[in-house]
Structures are given as structure tokens and as C-alpha cells.
């Protein structure tokens, strides 16, 4: 067995020109693949981290089909429904600046109020006194420097809907708990980011409601809406299934254009293996003369073709780890966020899975290796008397 | 001159038809029957075309007899499955082939060793066995050269030096100086004495004279169209 | 196609491939079976010989391609668990169409079924006449419509899951309350439970000591099943110190390091070669004594990691769960 693996790996090396082309091709193939996955997998984390921190339901209302401004008096009725612990209103939205051409989240803090999110509440004790007193608020790494590379180092002078500006200093930076999403995160009193947004004070963006027992999430869900029938009543739960829905649509998609390419490779493959050229006829030939079965000479063709899948898939799967988390995978990350210029960047941090590598290696490997199959017994069962003539 | 003892070869009414029931149809060998026993040296001689190679490699199992069966060392190797034929030729049979057939691209030395390798043999074994019979036919120096930068008397020897290295009862060799000159023909000959004295059963396929009427020779076979002269 | 995950693409495209080797087998074998006549000089009977290296490969390959796949397989059902609402682990999402249990049940006996196929070849190769070639093809032909059902299923299985539908978790499946052939064994005294697992783990070493093939076969067909439903009814719950946690899944998570795969893999391994000895002997072969051992240190190492977990957390706690 260890003899005959030597053969195979002395025999790659033998034809190398050959092996070289295949290898080159399958390492590409594998390295494309698994660099998607990878931005993918990471992409996923990210996102699903993020969902971890939201609400478990969010209350919307809903008119004329779009988003509005949600009347606060509701969070007290709310609060009375059965199983409900919390419910809160949000004051939060998007403030394009036209400049650095990105869009900021602005959320409002209630400052000595309760905060929904462990990390909002952290940063709030930590910047109650100053968001209260003054017209200050807090940043995102990211907002922060996009902020410093057009002249603004230490405040910002925002545009209110009439026209009018609003100077706000910038009183400390938002450690973030997830990148993907603090990273354009701007935190003020809920009371200056109503006067940014022009908001009335008996109105909030929505309401969050916390429900201790997840089971009861659905029941309290399906009540609110029975209330409020102008509401949208979006549960955590929803979102999450959602979003991996996207997620595995869209990797699916790609997956099955994939599999496309692999098996035109693996036809041009299984051609290429089954025309043996006259010299590797002789060679099997004489091999088979000398006492080897048909099944030592398939071994040493299954040995090719494993050594070959395995070291091009080993090869191509560090290489794309190299890509992705090193490199942060230049034009592929885009391609996959939609993000592009619209927000400020981030990085994919490091995170792979065995179920991913797992993948990967079952839609390229056996694929190769069933490719080579055929080929190889045909291969083993020439005749080996043509040597002797 | 049949010796005593044990019968090594036995090819009993043997038949080969190449494309039976075509237009093409060839009948290599007829009704052949002959015993070698074990030790012995016979000649099979018969002009091109006659049949020869095609019954050396019915008696190494390569092709299976259209009639008529092979018995080596009372196992009926023609009736032998693909494995067992290829496990009877690695264990029983020395060939020497009509163009050597080394592998070109592999060194002396691994040429040498290509029978053994699907054995469980370990590294040391391997170079051990080797060695022996590279320095036997004097060409341990070339180990590491590869076989297509040999001459043609190196090529002879490592081809018989493979036909050797796994101890095989049985030597065939088809033509084996048929390409090669007078004094390359005469050593081989030397070899084939050598074999005899170790007791191998040797069976030469040729049409060389230089192996006629030789002292050391049991027996000759001779073949023409397939059929054994004076059977 | 509401789940058009990578994993299920990926189950589902080698599934593809897989069928199509495995009808070329069986084609080749139906020819084989019909016309093989091992003395035959013909050319026929030559390509014969030939094409059965090919079927014998393609199904070797099917095997040990099947082998890591039924992993790969549990771990895609773990994933779609994340989908679908209340499904914790691989039992939601199996049990989330009636195609899912027949699924398994099958697809653990193909494996079985097929590495007794090629360890019967194994033996047939090791003549020089390959005597059991007619017998091994035709059982592939009866082979084959199995792993057409085990695909059908899988398909339907696939494209049956609802994501809409609320599937239950395994907390629930097989709890004790369910009316389910598993829930009947969950309730069955804990005396008969573990009497019939030892019971028939001495049966098997028994059948070691007498060197009876018969009766290992006997004895670990039985193992099969009474160790799995064993496993769910008693000793996961100690694995997940949950008297009210029995799940066959859960132990392949890696809140429990795994352990599962190496529980799966010993009493495969074990019940594998016990069931193999018997087709060793009656097919001549002289290593089968080697197979009973072999089935022996498989069962036992079974035996022992299960046992480990109750008996581990007796000696820590002072009680059983
Ligand atoms: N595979 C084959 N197919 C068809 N004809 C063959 C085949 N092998 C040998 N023959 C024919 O059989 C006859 C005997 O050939 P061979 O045994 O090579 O003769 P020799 O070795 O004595 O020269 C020749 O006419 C040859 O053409
Ligand atoms: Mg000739």
C-alpha cells in the first residue's frame, strides 16, 4: 500500500505537465468556492450577532404601506399585556450627510431611563450626565473618522428639516459590540434626536417590547396586532429566519452556478484522463505483465487523483482564509454586503467552521474523484498481452 | 526427453483463436501439448507469426486459451480470475520481454523493483532484493540512472534483472536477442545457464539459430502456424 | 424550493452523482447475472470479468463516499433546525415530514447493507475463480431498489419540509408522553430497557467465546436497534445530565464534544463486523475469527462509553438522575 502510494506520487511527479494543468484549475476552483463561503459564513456571524442584541419584538406602525412615527401613549398599553416585562419606545433614523456620502444611524438614548440593549444602557451610564447636561453625543469608530476627514474633529453641525443647523459635540466614541453594525452609530438624548429629526415629543420610530418567556412571543405578537391593527409586529425570531433565508438563497444560487462550472471541468476532466496516451498504455501494460491486479493499478490512480483533490483543496482552503480575513477579501466582500460606498467599512473578522470546510470539500473532492472513476478502470482492464507483442 | 519429477508447465490441447466468428478470424495456436518439468530449459522455436509469443502468454495467464488449459504446478492458471492470474505471474513467473519493455521515465533501480510493489514489503526489503540481483547481472552501478539513458546491454540486464527479483520458479523469455548483437546475445545465453544452475525452469521463445542444439537445452519446441512440428 | 440552502444543493448534487453510479452498477450487474458463465473463454464472458471490477468499484466508492455523507447529512439537518421554528436539532427537522424516520431507518441499513456487500466481495476476490460472482450481483440487484427508495425519500424529505410549519423539538419527540413506537420504548420499565441492552451485549460475547458466527449475526442485529433506543431512553439523559432530555441527535453537537460520532462509530464498527462474521463463514473465509473479535472490541468499546456516563455521575452525585 505505502509502495504503491509512492508509485502514484512518483508517477504525478512523472507527468507533471499534465497534473500541473489539473491541479492549477481545481486549486481555482476550490479557492473561489471557498472564499465565498467564507465571506458568507462571516457575513452570517455578523449579521446574526447583531440580531442577537435586537429586541424580541419590535412594534412598527404602518401607513399607507410605509413606516411612521408611532404615538408613545401606546407603550403603556402595551406593557399591560399579559407576559410582557418591558416595552419601550425608540427614537432613532438615518441622517444622510451628503459630503462624505454616507448614511449615520442616529439612536436616542432616554438618559436615567432603561435602556433595551445591554451595550445602549452601558454607554448611557457612562455618558449620562454629559448627554443630559449639553448637546453632546457619542460615535462609531467609523463616524468618527469619516467625521475628522471632513473637518469636524470634535463636533458636527447637523441640518434640521426647516433648514436650520444644530452644533452637537462629540463627547466620546461607541465601543462597538459587532462592527457590521456600530460602526456608523451615532448616540444622542432622545430629546436632541427629535429635534435633529423634527420629531414631535409625543411621537417615537417604534416600540420594543421584552417577553421573558420566549414561548409566549408568538401570543404576544398576535395581541399587539389585534390592538393596533395599523401596526407591524416584527418578532426576532422572524428576522433571523429571514435573514437565513437570504443568506442560504443567496449562496445557494451561487452553489448551483458552481456545480455548473465543476462538472464542465469534470467533463473536460474525464476527457482528458480517458485518453491515455500510447506511452501510459505501455505502462499499465507492462505493469499488469509483471503481476499487478487490476485493482493495484486502480489504487494507484484513485492515490493520483486523492493526492491531487486533497492537496489542491488543503492548498486552495489556506489561500482563501489568506484572502478573506488577511486580506479582507478585496472586490469579493462588496459583491456580497451591497453595502459598498453607502457605509462606512468594516471588517470580516475570523470565523470558520468545520461544517463549512466540511461543505466545500463535498461538492469539490468526491466530485473529482468520481470523475476520475471510469477512466481509471478503463485504464486497469487494458489488455496487457499488446506488451508482449 | 521428458525428465522425472514433478511436471512444472503442462499445456494441454491448447487452441487460441483471435476473432472468433469474424472475417478476420486467426487461428494462433492448434491442439498444442507439451509437459516442462521443473529445472528444465526448453526452446520454443518457429518463424515469425507462428504462434510463439501468443503461448508464452497464455502460459503466463495474460490471455486465456480458447480451448484447451494450462496447468502450472497443478493449478489450472487458465481458468484463473484477472487477480489470481496477476497474483500467479507475480509470484511464478520471470518475463523477459521481446523489447525489454522497461518503463523509460523510471530509474534502473525502480524498474527493478515495479514487481514487488504491490507486496507489503518494506524499504529495506525492497533495496535488499534489488541489490541482489543488480549486482548478479552487473548493473548495481546504474541504479539511479534513468532506463532510457541505457545501452542496449543495460537495458537487457535490468529488463532480466526485473524478470528476477521476486525469485520466480518460472523464467519466459520472448525473442530476447532479437535486438541485440552477437556478443549482448552470447552473455544472455551465459544467463540463461546461470538460471538452469539455480534450478529455474526456463522456456525461450525464439527464432535465433544461436539457440539451437544447445548441451543445456531439455527440450525444443517447435511451432509452425500454430501447430507443434512432429506432434 | 423554499430550502435552497448550500448544504441541501450539496446533499442533493452528490446524491445525483451516487445514483448515477449506482445504476450503471446495476445495469452492469443485471448483464453479469444473466449471461455470466465462468467457464467461458469468450469475449464476452472476458468483458464480464471486467465490468464487475467496474460495479465492485462503483459501489465501494458509493460506500465510502455514504459513510462521511450520513454525517454530513445529520450535520445539514442540524443547520435547517436553525430554520425552522422549534426544531432544536436534526429530530425536528427529521421528523418534520412522515418521509423523515423511513429516511433514517433506511439509510442506516444501506450503509450496513452495502459495507456487507463489499466485505462479501472481499472475500470473493480472495478465490481464484471469484465461485460467489452470480450471488453478489444479484444481491446488488435486490440492493439497488433500496438505494433508489433511501434517494426518493431524501427528495421528498427535502422538498417536503414547510418552513412554516412549527415542528417539534426532541425534548418533545421522544419524551415518554408521545404515543410513538420510540415514546412506547422510552416507557418501558428501566429494568427490561437495560436488561435487553446487556442481555444481548452478553449474548454477543458469548457468541465470541463459542466462536458462533450465527449467533453473533443474531445478536447484533438486535444490538442495532435495542443499543440506539437504549441510548435515547437511558443514557443520553446522562450524557446531557437531563432526566427528561432523550435525544439520539444532541450528542453530535459540540456542547458534548462530539461524543456522539465516536459512540456511532464503535457500535457500527461493532455490530458491522458481527453481523459480517456470519457471511464470513459461510463463505469459507478463514479470517472470520479475526471479524468476531473485531466485532467484540467494537460492541465492548460501545458498551463502556455509554455506561461510563451513568455510572460517572452515580459515583459524583450519590444518585441516579
Ligand atoms: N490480439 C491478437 N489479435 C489478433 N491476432 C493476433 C493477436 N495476437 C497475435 N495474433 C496473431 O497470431 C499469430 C501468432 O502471433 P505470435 O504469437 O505473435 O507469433 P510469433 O510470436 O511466433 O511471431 C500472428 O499471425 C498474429 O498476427
Ligand atoms: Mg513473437
Given at each position: 500500500m505505502k509502495n504503491l502510494f509512492a508509485f502514484a506520487l512518483g508517477s504525478l511527479l512523472r507527468r507533471g505537465a499534465k497534473n500541473l494543468f489539473i491541479f492549477v484549475i481545481f486549486f481555482l476552483m476550490v479557492f473561489v468556492l471557498a472564499s465565498v463561503f467564507m465571506v458568507t459564513h462571516a457575513l452570517k456571524k455578523e449579521m446574526f450577532t447583531t440580531l442577537s442584541a435586537l429586541p424580541q419584538i419590535t412594534v412598527q406602525r404602518i401607513v399607507a404601506g410605509r413606516q411612521t412615527q408611532i404615538g408613545v401613549e401606546r407603550v403603556e398599553r402595551i406593557a399591560r399585556?399579559?407576559?410582557?416585562s418591558q416595552a419601550l419606545p425608540r427614537v432613532w433614523g438615518f441622517y444622510y450627510f451628503p459630503r462624505a456620502g454616507v448614511n449615520y444611524s442616529i439612536v436616542g438614548l432616554e438618559s436615567f431611563g432603561q435602556q433595551y440593549r445591554a451595550d445602549l444602557q452601558k454607554a448611557a451610564d457612562l455618558y449620562v450626565e454629559k448627554l443630559a447636561a449639553e448637546d453632546v453625543m457619542i460615535v462609531g469608530p467609523g463616524v468618527k473618522k469619516s467625521l475628522a476627514e471632513h473637518f469636524y474633529p470634535e463636533s458636527f453641525l447637523f441640518v434640521k428639516p426647516d433648514g436650520s443647523l444644530k452644533k452637537v459635540r462629540i463627547a466620546g466614541v461607541f465601543k462597538p459590540q459587532t462592527v457590521l453594525e456600530s460602526n456608523d452609530l451615532i448616540l444622542m438624548e432622545n430629546s436632541l434626536v427629535r429635534e435633529i429629526f423634527g420629531?414631535?415629543?409625543?411621537?417615537?420610530t417604534d416600540i420594543v417590547v421584552r417577553v421573558?418567556?420566549?414561548?409566549e412571543i408568538p401570543t404576544v405578537a398576535r395581541k399587539i396586532r389585534e390592538i393596533y391593527p395599523d401596526t407591524r409586529v416584527i418578532t426576532r425570531e422572524d428576522l433571523r429566519i429571514s435573514y437565513q433565508n437570504v443568506f442560504d438563497y443567496k449562496s445557494g444560487i451561487f452553489l448551483a452556478l458552481f456545480i455548473v462550472a465543476v462538472f464542465t471541468f469534470f467533463i473536460i476532466l474525464y476527457d482528458k484522463a480517458s485518453g491515455l496516451s500510447s506511452e501510459e498504455k505501455r505502462e499499465i501494460g507492462i505493469l499488469k505483465a509483471l503481476g499487478w491486479k487490476i485493482g493495484d493499478i486502480m489504487r494507484v490512480k484513485f492515490f493520483e487523483a486523492a493526492v491531487i483533490s486533497l492537496t489542491a483543496y488543503l492548498l486552495a482552503v489556506t489561500t482563501a482564509l489568506a484572502y478573506v480575513f488577511m486580506a479582507q477579501a478585496p472586490l469579493l466582500k462588496h459583491l456580497f454586503t451591497g453595502f459598498s460606498v453607502l457605509k462606512p467599512s468594516f471588517a470580516l473578522s475570523f470565523s470558520v467552521d468545520v461544517g463549512t470546510l466540511a461543505l466545500i470539500f463535498f461538492v469539490t473532492v468526491p466530485v473529482y474523484i468520481a470523475a476520475t472513476l471510469i477512466p481509471s478502470w478503463k485504464a486497469a482492464t487494458l489488455d496487457a498481452d499488446e506488451v508482449i507483442r | 526427453m521428458q525428465k522425472e519429477g514433478l511436471n512444472m508447465v503442462e499445456v494441454k490441447g491448447v487452441s487460441k483463436v483471435f476473432?472468433?466468428?469474424?472475417?478476420?478470424?486467426?487461428?494462433?495456436?492448434?491442439?498444442v501439448s507439451f509437459a516442462v518439468g521443473e529445472g528444465e530449459l526448453v526452446i520454443l522455436k518457429?518463424?515469425?507469426?507462428?504462434?510463439k509469443s501468443t503461448l508464452l502468454s497464455l502460459i503466463a495467464a495474460l490471455q486465456k486459451p480458447t480451448r484447451g488449459e494450462v496447468v502450472v504446478a497443478n493449478e489450472p492458471v487458465s481458468r484463473f480470475s484477472e487477480d489470481f492470474a496477476a497474483l500467479y505471474r507475480r509470484r511464478k513467473i520471470g518475463f523477459v520481454f521481446q523489447k525489454f519493455n522497461?518503463?523509460?521515465?523510471?530509474?534502473v533501480y525502480e524498474n527493478i523493483i515495479t514487481p514487488l510493489l504491490?507486496?507489503?514489503?518494506?524499504e529495506e526489503a525492497l533495496k535488499e532484493r534489488a541489490q541482489r540481483v543488480m549486482e548478479t547481472f552487473a548493473i548495481a552501478h546504474k541504479a539511479?540512472?534513468?532506463?532510457?539513458?541505457?545501452?542496449g546491454g543495460e537495458q537487457q540486464r535490468t529488463a532480466i534483472a526485473r524478470a528476477l527479483v521476486n525469485d520466480p520458479p518460472i523464467i519466459l523469455a520472448d525473442?530476447?536477442?532479437?535486438?541485440?548483437?552477437a556478443d549482448l546475445s552470447h552473455a544472455f545465453l551465459s544467463y540463461v545457464g546461470q538460471m538452469k544452475e539455480e534450478g529455474k525452469t526456463v522456456i525461450i521463445a525464439t527464432?535465433?539459430?544461436?539457440?539451437?542444439?544447445?548441451?543445456?537445452?531439455d527440450r525444443e519446441i517447435a511451432l509452425r502456424n500454430g501447430k507443434m512440428e512432429g506432434a | 424550493m423554499t430550502l435552497l440552502s448550500p448544504e441541501v444543493i450539496a446533499v442533493l448534487m452528490l446524491d445525483g452523482i451516487l445514483f448515477f453510479f449506482a445504476s450503471l452498477a446495476f445495469l452492469l450487474s443485471l448483464r453479469i447475472v444473466l449471461r455470466w458463465d465462468e467457464r467461458a473463454t469468450t469475449p464476452l464472458q472476458y468483458t464480464l470479468q471486467k465490468q464487475a471490477y467496474l460495479v465492485a468499484t462503483v459501489i465501494a466508492f458509493i460506500f465510502y463516499l455514504k459513510l462521511p455523507l450520513f454525517l454530513f447529512f445529520i450535520y445539514t439537518l442540524d443547520l435547517l433546525s436553525n430554520i425552522?421554528?422549534?426544531?432544536?436539532?436534526a429530530a425536528g427537522v427529521t421528523t418534520a415530514t412522515v418521509y423523515g424516520m423511513p429516511l433514517f431507518g433506511l439509510k442506516i441499513a444501506n450503509l450496513y447493507l452495502f459495507g456487507l456487500w463489499l466485505a462479501a466481495h472481499r472475500i470473493d476476490m480472495g478465490?481464484?475463480?471469484?465461485?460467489y460472482t452470480r450471488v453478489k450481483f444479484l444481491a446488488y440487484l435486490l440492493l439497488f431498489p433500496l438505494f433508489v427508495a433511501e434517494e426518493a425519500l431524501e427528495l421528498l424529505h427535502f422538498f417536503g419540509i414547510n418552513p412554516h410549519v412549527i415542528v417539534s423539538c426532541c425534548g418533545t419527540l421522544f419524551?415518554?408522553?408521545?404515543?410513538?413506537a420510540v415514546s412506547a420504548f422510552v416507557s418501558l420499565p428501566l429494568p427490561v430497557t437495560l436488561g435487553s441492552f446487556y442481555g444481548l451485549f452478553g449474548l454477543a460475547v458469548w457468541a465470541w467465546r463459542k466462536q458462533r458466527p450465527l449467533l453473533s449475526a443474531l445478536a447484533n442485529l438486535l444490538f442495532v436497534p435495542v443499543a440506539i433506543l437504549s441510548l435515547i431512553a437511558f443514557f443520553s439523559t446522562y450524557v446531557y445530565e437531563?432526566?427528561?432530555?432523550?435525544?439520539?441527535?444532541?450528542?453530535?453537537?459540540?456542547?458534548?464534544?462530539?461524543v456522539g460520532y465516536l459512540m456511532y462509530a464503535f457500535l457500527f464498527f461493532g455490530t458491522f463486523f458481527g453481523m459480517a462474521v456470519w457471511l464470513a463463514k459461510r463463505m469459507g473465509y478463514e479470517g472470520w475469527r479475526k471479524w468476531l473479535l473485531f466485532s467484540l472490541i467494537g460492541d465492548f468499546l460501545y458498551v463502556a462509553l455509554v455506561s461510563y456516563y451513568p455510572i460517572a455521575f452515580y459515583l459524583k452525585n450519590g444518585v441516579w438522575l
Amino acid at each position: 500500500m505505502k509502495n504503491l502510494f509512492a508509485f502514484a506520487l512518483g508517477s504525478l511527479l512523472r507527468r507533471g505537465a499534465k497534473n500541473l494543468f489539473i491541479f492549477v484549475i481545481f486549486f481555482l476552483m476550490v479557492f473561489v468556492l471557498a472564499s465565498v463561503f467564507m465571506v458568507t459564513h462571516a457575513l452570517k456571524k455578523e449579521m446574526f450577532t447583531t440580531l442577537s442584541a435586537l429586541p424580541q419584538i419590535t412594534v412598527q406602525r404602518i401607513v399607507a404601506g410605509r413606516q411612521t412615527q408611532i404615538g408613545v401613549e401606546r407603550v403603556e398599553r402595551i406593557a399591560r399585556i399579559l407576559g410582557v416585562s418591558q416595552a419601550l419606545p425608540r427614537v432613532w433614523g438615518f441622517y444622510y450627510f451628503p459630503r462624505a456620502g454616507v448614511n449615520y444611524s442616529i439612536v436616542g438614548l432616554e438618559s436615567f431611563g432603561q435602556q433595551y440593549r445591554a451595550d445602549l444602557q452601558k454607554a448611557a451610564d457612562l455618558y449620562v450626565e454629559k448627554l443630559a447636561a449639553e448637546d453632546v453625543m457619542i460615535v462609531g469608530p467609523g463616524v468618527k473618522k469619516s467625521l475628522a476627514e471632513h473637518f469636524y474633529p470634535e463636533s458636527f453641525l447637523f441640518v434640521k428639516p426647516d433648514g436650520s443647523l444644530k452644533k452637537v459635540r462629540i463627547a466620546g466614541v461607541f465601543k462597538p459590540q459587532t462592527v457590521l453594525e456600530s460602526n456608523d452609530l451615532i448616540l444622542m438624548e432622545n430629546s436632541l434626536v427629535r429635534e435633529i429629526f423634527g420629531m414631535d415629543e409625543s411621537m417615537a420610530t417604534d416600540i420594543v417590547v421584552r417577553v421573558p418567556n420566549k414561548e409566549e412571543i408568538p401570543t404576544v405578537a398576535r395581541k399587539i396586532r389585534e390592538i393596533y391593527p395599523d401596526t407591524r409586529v416584527i418578532t426576532r425570531e422572524d428576522l433571523r429566519i429571514s435573514y437565513q433565508n437570504v443568506f442560504d438563497y443567496k449562496s445557494g444560487i451561487f452553489l448551483a452556478l458552481f456545480i455548473v462550472a465543476v462538472f464542465t471541468f469534470f467533463i473536460i476532466l474525464y476527457d482528458k484522463a480517458s485518453g491515455l496516451s500510447s506511452e501510459e498504455k505501455r505502462e499499465i501494460g507492462i505493469l499488469k505483465a509483471l503481476g499487478w491486479k487490476i485493482g493495484d493499478i486502480m489504487r494507484v490512480k484513485f492515490f493520483e487523483a486523492a493526492v491531487i483533490s486533497l492537496t489542491a483543496y488543503l492548498l486552495a482552503v489556506t489561500t482563501a482564509l489568506a484572502y478573506v480575513f488577511m486580506a479582507q477579501a478585496p472586490l469579493l466582500k462588496h459583491l456580497f454586503t451591497g453595502f459598498s460606498v453607502l457605509k462606512p467599512s468594516f471588517a470580516l473578522s475570523f470565523s470558520v467552521d468545520v461544517g463549512t470546510l466540511a461543505l466545500i470539500f463535498f461538492v469539490t473532492v468526491p466530485v473529482y474523484i468520481a470523475a476520475t472513476l471510469i477512466p481509471s478502470w478503463k485504464a486497469a482492464t487494458l489488455d496487457a498481452d499488446e506488451v508482449i507483442r | 526427453m521428458q525428465k522425472e519429477g514433478l511436471n512444472m508447465v503442462e499445456v494441454k490441447g491448447v487452441s487460441k483463436v483471435f476473432n472468433a466468428g469474424r472475417p478476420n478470424e486467426m487461428t494462433a495456436l492448434e491442439d498444442v501439448s507439451f509437459a516442462v518439468g521443473e529445472g528444465e530449459l526448453v526452446i520454443l522455436k518457429g518463424p515469425s507469426g507462428s504462434g510463439k509469443s501468443t503461448l508464452l502468454s497464455l502460459i503466463a495467464a495474460l490471455q486465456k486459451p480458447t480451448r484447451g488449459e494450462v496447468v502450472v504446478a497443478n493449478e489450472p492458471v487458465s481458468r484463473f480470475s484477472e487477480d489470481f492470474a496477476a497474483l500467479y505471474r507475480r509470484r511464478k513467473i520471470g518475463f523477459v520481454f521481446q523489447k525489454f519493455n522497461l518503463i523509460p521515465s523510471l530509474s534502473v533501480y525502480e524498474n527493478i523493483i515495479t514487481p514487488l510493489l504491490p507486496e507489503k514489503l518494506d524499504e529495506e526489503a525492497l533495496k535488499e532484493r534489488a541489490q541482489r540481483v543488480m549486482e548478479t547481472f552487473a548493473i548495481a552501478h546504474k541504479a539511479n540512472e534513468p532506463a532510457r539513458n541505457l545501452s542496449g546491454g543495460e537495458q537487457q540486464r535490468t529488463a532480466i534483472a526485473r524478470a528476477l527479483v521476486n525469485d520466480p520458479p518460472i523464467i519466459l523469455a520472448d525473442e530476447p536477442t532479437a535486438n541485440l548483437d552477437a556478443d549482448l546475445s552470447h552473455a544472455f545465453l551465459s544467463y540463461v545457464g546461470q538460471m538452469k544452475e539455480e534450478g529455474k525452469t526456463v522456456i525461450i521463445a525464439t527464432h535465433d539459430p544461436l539457440f539451437f542444439d544447445l548441451a543445456i537445452t531439455d527440450r525444443e519446441i517447435a511451432l509452425r502456424n500454430g501447430k507443434m512440428e512432429g506432434a | 424550493m423554499t430550502l435552497l440552502s448550500p448544504e441541501v444543493i450539496a446533499v442533493l448534487m452528490l446524491d445525483g452523482i451516487l445514483f448515477f453510479f449506482a445504476s450503471l452498477a446495476f445495469l452492469l450487474s443485471l448483464r453479469i447475472v444473466l449471461r455470466w458463465d465462468e467457464r467461458a473463454t469468450t469475449p464476452l464472458q472476458y468483458t464480464l470479468q471486467k465490468q464487475a471490477y467496474l460495479v465492485a468499484t462503483v459501489i465501494a466508492f458509493i460506500f465510502y463516499l455514504k459513510l462521511p455523507l450520513f454525517l454530513f447529512f445529520i450535520y445539514t439537518l442540524d443547520l435547517l433546525s436553525n430554520i425552522l421554528p422549534g426544531a432544536m436539532c436534526a429530530a425536528g427537522v427529521t421528523t418534520a415530514t412522515v418521509y423523515g424516520m423511513p429516511l433514517f431507518g433506511l439509510k442506516i441499513a444501506n450503509l450496513y447493507l452495502f459495507g456487507l456487500w463489499l466485505a462479501a466481495h472481499r472475500i470473493d476476490m480472495g478465490y481464484p475463480t471469484m465461485p460467489y460472482t452470480r450471488v453478489k450481483f444479484l444481491a446488488y440487484l435486490l440492493l439497488f431498489p433500496l438505494f433508489v427508495a433511501e434517494e426518493a425519500l431524501e427528495l421528498l424529505h427535502f422538498f417536503g419540509i414547510n418552513p412554516h410549519v412549527i415542528v417539534s423539538c426532541c425534548g418533545t419527540l421522544f419524551s415518554a408522553a408521545k404515543s410513538s413506537a420510540v415514546s412506547a420504548f422510552v416507557s418501558l420499565p428501566l429494568p427490561v430497557t437495560l436488561g435487553s441492552f446487556y442481555g444481548l451485549f452478553g449474548l454477543a460475547v458469548w457468541a465470541w467465546r463459542k466462536q458462533r458466527p450465527l449467533l453473533s449475526a443474531l445478536a447484533n442485529l438486535l444490538f442495532v436497534p435495542v443499543a440506539i433506543l437504549s441510548l435515547i431512553a437511558f443514557f443520553s439523559t446522562y450524557v446531557y445530565e437531563m432526566p427528561h432530555h432523550h435525544c439520539p441527535f444532541c450528542l453530535l453537537q459540540a456542547d458534548y464534544r462530539f461524543v456522539g460520532y465516536l459512540m456511532y462509530a464503535f457500535l457500527f464498527f461493532g455490530t458491522f463486523f458481527g453481523m459480517a462474521v456470519w457471511l464470513a463463514k459461510r463463505m469459507g473465509y478463514e479470517g472470520w475469527r479475526k471479524w468476531l473479535l473485531f466485532s467484540l472490541i467494537g460492541d465492548f468499546l460501545y458498551v463502556a462509553l455509554v455506561s461510563y456516563y451513568p455510572i460517572a455521575f452515580y459515583l459524583k452525585n450519590g444518585v441516579w438522575l
